[in-house]
Nanobody, 128 residues
């Protein structure tokens, strides 16, 4: 059983930065495609970004492209989300997710049902 633990959330002013971390408890971290999703109150969970097994490919939602950067350190079983130029609309509970599934179409990793394990979430609040 894989467990994911997020950290790094908090309260920040608009224009500020935060870095989220997610530690994966398994011994085969590089077998997992990793993603970050977020959910604001009253809204559905939405895709933010994802990264391939070796970190060679990354994917972003249009709303965060150019501001957020995903990365992973397979030696540390950790995936990171660097968030810059934060906006009030980025306020949400951010979830880390791990997928052990294989898809030829990389756009499928934008779907929550592609992910097998989820963290508890870390709150990000951006004040205006």
């Amino acid at each position: 059983q894989v467990q994911l633990g997020e950290s790094g959330g908090g309260l920040v002013q608009a224009g500020g930065s935060l870095r989220l971390s997610c530690v994966h408890s398994g011994r085969t971290f590089d077998d997992y495609f990793m993603g970050w999703f977020r959910q604001a109150p009253g809204k559905e969970r939405e895709f933010v970004t994802s990264i391939s097994w070796t970190g060679g490919s990354t994917y972003y939602a249009d709303s965060v492209k150019g501001r957020f950067t995903i990365s992973r350190d397979n030696a540390k079983n950790t995936v990171y989300l660097q968030m810059n130029s934060l906006k009030p609309e980025d306020t949400a509970l951010y979830y880390c997710a791990a997928s052990h599934q294989r898809a030829y179409d990389m756009t499928r990793y934008r779907l929550p049902n592609m992910y097998d394990y989820w963290g508890q979430g870390t709150q990000v609040t951006v004040s205006s």
